[in-house]
Each structure stands twice: as C-alpha cells, then as structure tokens.
C-alpha cells in the first residue's frame, strides 16, 4: 500500500520562473492538502483539495495555485517565483473529516 | 500565519532518559495531532488527540490533551537514539481534513 507520493524530489528554479509540484494520495484518500515548510519552521497549510475544488485555502497569494484530478492526484503550480518561495513543500492526503492527514516526503524547491 | 507555540526548542538528552514537551496556543482546538520529521523526510503521525483531557499512548510515547484545550503534552520514556528528529504539535478546529496549524517544533538530540 503506497503511502503519499510527491514528484520532484527535489528542484531548482530562477526568479520569474513558474513551477508545477506534483503529488498522489494515498490508496484509498479523496483530500489533498498543501503545506508550506520554511527551514527551521512548522509546516503552514496553503490549500486543499475535495472533488477537484479548493475547499479551504490558507494566508498565500494568488501566486500559489493547484488542481485536483478526477483520480485524486494534485498539482501545485506557483508562478513568478521569489526567493522567498524557496522551502519544502508537503502534500498531505485523508479520507474523510475523520482522518488524519498523512503526509509525503516533500519537494525541495530551491530559487536563485 | 498562525502558529502554536512548542518549547522547549531544542534538548539534548542521554539515551534512556524521558522526555517532555509541549505545545499551547491562545486559541482553542478540538484536535491536537503530534507528528515525528526526520532530516529529508515528511511528518509521520504519531498520536492524534481528539477529546480534551484525553490521555493517550503509543509505545514509549504518551500525550494529553489540555483541559482547556489550548495545549497539549507529549512524553517519551526511556529515550532511545532513534527517537532524534525533530517534533511537531499541530492543532484543528475540528478534525480529520481540516487544515492544521503547526508548532515550529522541537528538535530531540539522544546522547548514545
């Protein structure tokens, strides 16, 4: 039973660029959320994910934008990147409200 | 964005001693989540919290769920070097799918 999975590991972009990050829930797990972890910080919630619409959205700029597929796979997509959009990125997939979330191994995105 | 707050920061202990930390918000949860991050990986859940006074176990780790519910204890006896990384609090309002909001964590050093 695979558990979350996110693709690239690990990237590095120059400012203005756009990137996609990618992630695929859990078996079984309908929600993806977005976390946003800064080195040497807790992660912070960007989005999620349910029936392929944003249903929750945290404190991030319209720069930061996603997409649900109808096979529960998510992308992130961040436009004009800042150095300041350098950190791990997390996905996290549940079942229902009645789950926790489990998290992936992130994706490193480092900016120039 | 919203952060709970987690101390201590950091320790340093011998292996077999226990270990206590902790996590309080001035906001009110009704989940409280801990989870384990090692170097290069995503959160793992550890124990997940879901009425207040709520004492649980898992393993050599214990939590308690505030009776205010605006903080949250985790305890590991007998530390072992596999216990290093670094430990997060996360809250939710409700539950399940909804957001979490993060500690900035607490980094566990085991002495061999």
């Known amino acids: 039973d695979a558990g979350v999975t996110q693709s690239p590991t690990h990237l590095i972009k120059t400012r203005g660029q756009q990137v996609t990050l990618r992630c695929s829930p859990k078996?079984?797990?309908?929600?993806v959320s977005w976390y946003q972890q800064a080195l040497g910080q807790g992660p912070q919630f960007i989005f999620q994910y349910y029936e392929e619409e944003e249903r929750q959205r945290g404190n991030f700029p319209d720069r930061f934008s996603g997409h649900q597929f109808p096979n529960y796979s998510s992308e992130l997509n961040v436009n004009a990147l800042l150095l300041g959009d350098s950190a791990l990125y997390l996905c996290a997939s549940s079942l229902d409200r009645n789950q926790p979330q489990h998290f992936g191994d992130g994706t490193r995105l480092s900016i120039l | 964005g919203q952060q709970l707050n987690q101390s201590p920061q950091s320790m340093f202990i011998q292996e077999g001693e226990d270990v206590s930390m902790n996590c309080t918000s001035s906001?009110?949860?009704?989940?409280w989540l801990w989870y384990k991050q090692d170097p290069g990986e995503g959160p793992v859940l550890l124990i997940a919290l879901y009425k207040a006074g709520e004492l649980t176990s898992n393993g050599r780790l214990t939590a308690q769920f505030g009776i205010t519910r605006k903080d949250s204890f985790l305890n590991i006896s007998a530390s072992i070097p596999s216990d290093v990384g670094i430990y997060f609090c996360?809250?939710?309002?409700?539950?399940?799918?909804?957001?979490?909001?993060f500690g900035k964590g607490t980094k566990l050093t085991v002495n061999p």
């Open positions: 078996s079984g797990h309908d929600t």
């Open positions: 906001s009110i949860f009704n989940t």
């Open positions: 996360a809250g939710q309002l409700t539950g399940g799918s909804e957001k979490l909001v």
